[in-house]
Structures are given as structure tokens and as C-alpha cells.
């Protein structure tokens, strides 16, 4: 039922998918960006369910009881519980616990917006990063480009010892999409 509603979402659109989908898609962290529409999560999620992956997005565990965890469920959220792994230990960090979701799922991509808001700015927030690195996964490169009326996986990012390196990669890769509000969007300027 998801996919033939994503389709005529597509469709009445006039939206397209880029395809094919990299390899490892199927266990990743997955950005989303540009992000500066409401519209963005409509349409990213209706790609995401086309392109069949497995797509996640965190939210506090206690929002996952009832009555919104069902519903919450349902569109792809996953519980994130920042308690201490052992009694005495400090409270988990946000990086810890998104990275700690891959040891219990072997199908999983974790939706992240870097941005951090549907505003302007210069800067993103790397957390993403360090989770796919602590989690030992990829990043994949996710887009809609309102421009041409795309939606995609552009490419794959493997973590490595060069952050600095990495996220010009992925700066560069982001410069030439097409948001919806395009005085909303940045690349993290730090890394251009």
C-alpha cells in the first residue's frame, strides 16, 4: 500500500527516482538534505519506500509508548534509549545510542538531517558522521533536487580517518542539488 501511494505521489508530481540505488544502502547512515521544506519529508519518504530501503528515523524512546508509538512505528520511527549500559555508567550520548541501533539491526538506515533546521544554515551538525564511523557503516548520500524533480542515492561515504577530507566529499556532492527554498540551504561552509 506504501508503494502504490509513494507512486502516485511521484506520478501526480511529476517526480522522478534515481536509479539504480548504490550498493549498501541497505545498512547505512542516510542524510537528507537539502532540507528546507515541510514538503521534504513527503517526498523523501515516499522515494525511500520506492527505492526499497529500509528507511528509520530516531525519536525519544518514551514517545514509542502508546497511543504515538504505533503510529510512530508505522512511518519508520525507532526508539532511541540514551540509559546507561551498566549500572554506575554515565548516560549514553546520542551519537552512542544511534550507533548502538546497528548492533541490534542488521537492516537498517538512519535517516539524518544535518542541517539541523529548515532554515539557513552554514555549519551541520556531524554527529552523522560519528555514528556511521562508531557503527562501522556508510553514509549514503540521500536528495530530492527540486530543480529537476529528483529524488535519490547519490553516493556512498566510507568513514575514514580524514573527516575533514570525507565531508569535502560530501559538501561538494551537495553543492549542485536544488532545494525547494534555495536562500534556506547551505552546505557546511567550514568544508567548501
Same mark, same amino acid.
Given at each position: 500500500? *506504501?508503494?502504490?501511494?509513494?507512486?502516485?505521489?511521484?506520478f501526480? @508530481?511529476?517526480?522522478?527516482?534515481?536509479?539504480?540505488?548504490?550498493?549498501?544502502? *541497505?545498512?547505512?547512515?542516510?542524510?537528507?538534505?537539502?532540507?528546507? @521544506?515541510?514538503?521534504?519529508?513527503?517526498?523523501?519518504?515516499?522515494?525511500?519506500?520506492?527505492?526499497?530501503? =529500509?528507511?528509520?528515523?530516531?525519536?525519544?524512546?518514551?514517545?514509542?509508548?502508546? =497511543?504515538?508509538?504505533?503510529?510512530?512505528? @508505522?512511518?519508520?520511527?525507532i526508539?532511541?534509549?540514551?540509559? =546507561?549500559?551498566?549500572?554506575?555508567?554515565?548516560?549514553l550520548?546520542?551519537?552512542?545510542?544511534?550507533?548502538?541501533?546497528?548492533?541490534?539491526h542488521?537492516?537498517?538506515?538512519?535517516?539524518?538531517?544535518?542541517?539541523?533546521?529548515?532554515?539557513?544554515?552554514?555549519?551541520?551538525?556531524?554527529?552523522f558522521?560519528?555514528?556511521?564511523?562508531?557503527?562501522?557503516?556508510?553514509?549514503?548520500?540521500?536528495?530530492?533536487?527540486?530543480?529537476?524533480?529528483?529524488a535519490?542515492?547519490?553516493?556512498?561515504?566510507?568513514?575514514?580517518?580524514?573527516?575533514?577530507?570525507?565531508?569535502?566529499k560530501?559538501?561538494?556532492?551537495?553543492?549542485?542539488?536544488? /532545494?525547494?527554498? /534555495?536562500?534556506?540551504? @547551505?552546505?557546511?561552509?567550514?568544508?567548501v
Amino acid at each position: 500500500m *506504501q508503494k502504490l501511494i509513494s507512486r502516485l505521489v511521484f506520478f501526480i @508530481s511529476g517526480w522522478k527516482l534515481k536509479l539504480p540505488v548504490p550498493e549498501g544502502v *541497505q545498512r547505512c547512515v542516510i542524510i537528507a538534505s537539502p532540507h528546507t @521544506s515541510n514538503w521534504d519529508l513527503l517526498y523523501a519518504r515516499a522515494a525511500f519506500y520506492l527505492m526499497d530501503i =529500509p528507511l528509520r528515523f530516531t525519536i525519544k524512546d518514551q514517545m514509542m509508548r502508546f =497511543p504515538y508509538g504505533p503510529i510512530i512505528r @508505522s512511518m519508520g520511527g525507532i526508539g532511541i534509549d540514551r540509559s =546507561p549500559r551498566k549500572p554506575g555508567e554515565e548516560r549514553l550520548s546520542m551519537t552512542e545510542a544511534m550507533a548502538d541501533l546497528f548492533k541490534k539491526h542488521q537492516r537498517l538506515a538512519v535517516m539524518v538531517t544535518p542541517e539541523g533546521s529548515r532554515s539557513l544554515r552554514t555549519e551541520w551538525k556531524t554527529g552523522f558522521y560519528y555514528v556511521a564511523k562508531m557503527a562501522d557503516v556508510p553514509i549514503a548520500l540521500g536528495y530530492l533536487d527540486y530543480a529537476k524533480k529528483e529524488a535519490g542515492v547519490g553516493m556512498m561515504v566510507h568513514p575514514s580517518d580524514d573527516i575533514e577530507g570525507d565531508l569535502r566529499k560530501i559538501m561538494a556532492f551537495y553543492r549542485n542539488i536544488g /532545494p525547494k527554498h /534555495p536562500k534556506k540551504f @547551505s552546505v557546511d561552509m567550514r568544508y567548501v
